[in-house]
């Protein structure tokens, strides 16, 4: 069955990076673009933005270009998303989801989440 | 940006109610809406894809209708089960925004 399995949650020191996984399992890698969303604290949804895993191909919200870096292992089917010069702000749930490249729609399925916090 | 406006932003209803959540868009996002169901601790899920076209798996009392900026989601007959916060989601134009959220809770 397909499953998304992120990793597990970040205590990080304000100005430090941190590297989030996801890894995919249950269908073909591929196949489906991964896109990252962000929620904080008991707020809405934020999306991140994209990657083809197939390609390396990445498509980012110009709100997250300087703080979120993404790429892919093909051969370990994982996801990661970089988290750069960390603030406050940054503190929040993050998830991984999948759209099928051939244009099955975006969030059949998710990670479990990961949270990160940021502080000193 | 595409600014999604949910409405209302907390509603409380009676199990048997038929419930309707809102979603305007600042700008024509033609039928490219979708809607979620986040649980309490829970990712979101998937209800509604594309405006009107029900995931599988998702109980036939949710539907979903609307185009171009004004969006509904309706749920027939609210079940205990149904209690979540409700979001929309435009993937019409980059970058793709979702709405503000709806809390539903039984009255």
């Known amino acids: 069955q397909v499953n998304l399995l992120q990793s597990g949650a970040a205590l990080v020191k304000p100005g430090a990076s941190v590297k989030l996984s996801c890894k995919a399992s249950g269908y073909t890698f591929t196949d489906y673009y991964i896109h990252w969303v962000k929620q904080s604290h008991g707020k809405s949804l934020e999306w991140i933005g994209y990657i083809n895993p197939n390609s390396g191909y990445t498509n980012y919200n110009e709100k997250f270009k300087s703080k979120a870096t993404l790429t892919v292992d093909k051969s370990t089917n994982t996801a990661y998303m970089e988290l750069s010069r960390l603030t406050s702000e940054d503190s929040a749930t993050y998830y991984c989801?999948?759209?099928?490249?051939?244009?099955?729609?975006?969030?059949?399925?998710w990670g479990q989440g990961v949270m990160v916090t940021v502080s000193s | 940006d595409i600014q999604m406006t949910q409405s209302p932003s907390f509603l409380s209803a009676s199990v048997g109610d038929r419930v309707t959540i809102n979603c305007k868009a600042s700008?024509?996002?033609?039928?490219?809406l979708n809607w979620y169901q986040q649980k309490l601790g829970e990712a979101p899920k998937l209800l509604i894809y594309?405006?009107?076209s029900l995931q599988t798996g998702i109980p036939s009392r949710f539907s979903g209708s609307g185009s171009g900026t004004d969006f509904t989601l309706t749920i027939s007959s609210l079940q205990p089960e149904d209690v979540a916060t409700y979001f929309c989601?435009?993937?019409?134009?980059?970058?793709?925004?979702f709405g503000g959220g709806t809390k539903l809770e039984l009255k």
């Open positions: 594309n405006a009107n």
């Open positions: 989801t999948r759209r099928g490249i051939r244009g099955t729609p975006l969030g059949d399925y």
């Open positions: 989601l435009q993937h019409n134009s980059w970058p793709w925004t």
């Open positions: 700008q024509n996002i033609n039928r490219y």
